[in-house]
T-cell receptor, first 117, second 112 residues
Framework: GAVVSQHPSWVICKSGTSVKIECRSL??????MFWYRQFPKQSLMLMAT?????????EQGVEKDKFLINHASLTLSTLTVTSAHPEDSSFYIC?????????????FGPGTRLLVL | GDSVTQMEGPVTLSEEAFLTINCTYT??????LFWYVQYPGEGLQLLLKATKADDKGSNKGFEATYRKETTSFHLEKGSVQVSDSAVYFC???????????FGTGTSLTVIP
């Protein structure tokens, strides 16, 4: 089946630094990828939709200057958390839609756990 | 707008018990319906899906039937195992778009 990877899986950083998270579709091309944030024991919150070759579409309430998204190729999207603060600590999950695989399913990466000290 | 309402947990069952996790949805069109599973510390994995009314999705002993008349997609398994302990998310996607709507998740713990 379709595989999506994320790197790193765990990151601890100091407040004020920036952190980049990569999301890759390993065996399919994804013109669209999605970034979610998940708080403990809660559901996924869609942050933004990442479109290859164009600007990302952010959900209401998500700061686009804070969470920079770049979708430079059909298999790679990156999320950069700029000037991270402790409240940005969370589990970030990306997903990719395989448009050739029929209707529906998104394939999720394993997630990146970010801890900002 | 579209939404998914999922049975609240946590749910604790003994091994080999019958499992039902309720899921109902609201949609403006004709969505596809999904169940995803999240094991501790991991991302979401697609468990099963159904793309039209009366379709039954099944995988690993889990089943769910797309019921348009009751706008439901309840997850069932006849005999749960300890390894089924995870959080289960119901989700829908309108077939014309990319937006996914997730339920709040139901935590399942199966005890030996």
């Amino acid at each position: 089946g379709a595989v999506v990877s994320q790197h790193p899986s765990w990151v601890i950083c100091k407040s004020g630094t920036s952190v980049k998270i990569e999301c890759r579709s390993l065996d399919f091309q994804a013109t669209t990828m999605f970034w979610y944030r998940q708080f403990p024991k809660q559901s996924l919150m869609l942050m933004a939709t990442s479109n290859e070759g164009s600007k990302a579409t952010y959900e209401q309430g998500v700061e686009k200057d804070k969470f920079l998204i770049n979708h430079a190729s059909l298999t790679l999207s990156t999320l950069t958390v700029t000037s991270a603060h402790p409240e940005d600590s969370s589990f970030y999950i990306c997903s990719a839609r395989d448009h050739t695989g029929g209707l529906g399913a998104q394939y999720f990466g394993p997630g990146t756990r970010l801890l900002v000290l | 707008g579209d939404s998914v309402t999922q049975m609240e947990g946590p749910v604790t069952l003994s091994e080999e018990a019958f499992l039902t996790i309720n899921c109902t949805y609201t949609a403006t069109g004709y969505p596809s319906l999904f169940w995803y599973v999240q094991y501790p510390g991991e991302g979401l994995q697609l468990l099963l899906k159904a793309t039209k009314a009366d379709d039954k999705g099944s995988n690993k002993g889990f089943e769910a039937t797309y019921r348009k008349e009751t706008t439901s997609f309840h997850l069932e398994k006849g005999s749960v195992q300890v390894s089924d302990s995870a959080v289960y998310f119901c989700a829908l996607s309108e077939n014309t778009g990319n937006q996914f709507y997730f339920g709040t998740g139901t935590s399942l713990t199966v005890i030996p």
